[in-house]
């Protein structure tokens, strides 16, 4: 297609709505899923450094009261 002006072109021919309306939720919903992804990410590397902390107390614990 052809547009005469920036106006136009975002108009889309009365469609303009639509296809930035639909940009801008694909672009809000990754943006989000990349946060939650963040956070789920950090949230388990959380935990298994406690569960890592955790077995190497209870390690010590077994050791100690074998000596």
Not at 21 to 47: H, W
Request: net charge positive; no cysteine.
């Amino acid at each position: 297609m052809n547009w005469g002006s920036a106006s136009e072109f975002f108009a889309m021919g009365g469609y303009g709505l639509y296809v930035w309306g639909s940009f801008g939720v694909t672009f809000a919903a990754l943006l989000i899923e990349t946060q939650l992804a963040r956070k789920r990410f950090a949230d388990t590397r959380r935990l298994l450094r406690r569960e890592l902390a955790a077995d190497r107390e209870a390690l010590n614990e077994h050791a100690s009261r074998r000596h």
